[in-house]
């Protein structure tokens, strides 16, 4: 990451990294990749360094609004309403939601800026070889940070999530600090779809999660 990044840097980093990675960093997409595959909280947050899910979700609320023109929104009308709710005093962080199928498109030079900065560090290209975002190498496999562990309780009591403490006297279906189960992915309490943290609804069967 870029040394003194914040969150919607490293967003963009990451969403960069990911399209790369799919070839498909001049290939509009709907906005709903960005939180639902692209760069998904669950397996980001300890890269994106956010303290809360509502953190992530205002991250991704500023970079589909326009934020240092990182990637272009489309409709312009929904590109405006995110722009004016970024604007608001307490603006809604998952107010994104409501459009997933406004169509983003990734700013090339500021893509080229973040590729050329992970190259700083690689072997330079052929002699004759031009830089393009196309012919760049793809970047190395994510490497997922595990939580540091804490020291006042066995690890076995501790959420492997959000590294929170999990009650001893009782059986534990899902940790009372973030919601995940203590294994394994999310499950959608009526269907056993799989869902993610933050979602008020399933996308199966519509039922309510009660993991937002």
Request: net charge negative.
């Amino acid at each position: 990451m870029t040394k003194g990044a914040d969150e919607l840097d490293r967003l963009f980093e990451l969403l960069v990294a990911a399209l790369r990675k799919e070839a498909r960093l001049a290939v509009p997409f709907p906005a709903a990749d960005v939180y639902e595959r692209l760069v998904p909280y669950r397996s980001n947050r300890t890269r994106l360094n956010v303290a809360t899910h509502q953190d992530y979700e205002m991250a991704v609320l500023r970079l589909l609004a326009g934020e240092r023109s990182y990637v272009n929104l489309e409709p312009d009308d929904v590109r405006a309403a995110m722009q004016r709710e970024v604007g608001e005093t307490n603006p809604d962080p998952a107010y994104f939601r409501s459009f997933p199928d406004a169509r983003v498109m990734v700013n090339g030079i500021a893509a080229e800026r973040v590729i050329r900065a992970d190259q700083a560090y690689a072997p330079p290209p052929p002699p004759g070889e031009a830089f393009t975002l196309e012919s760049a190498p793809p970047p190395p496999s994510p490497v997922v940070i595990p939580l540091p562990a804490r020291h006042d309780v066995p690890s076995g009591d501790q959420c492997q999530y959000c590294g929170g403490m999990l009650p001893t006297s009782r059986e534990i279906n899902f940790c009372p600090q973030c919601g995940q189960p203590p294994s394994g992915d999310l499950k959608c309490p009526a269907c056993g779809a799989e869902v993610d943290v933050g979602w008020a609804y399933c996308i199966s069967c519509g039922r309510g999660t009660g993991f937002e």
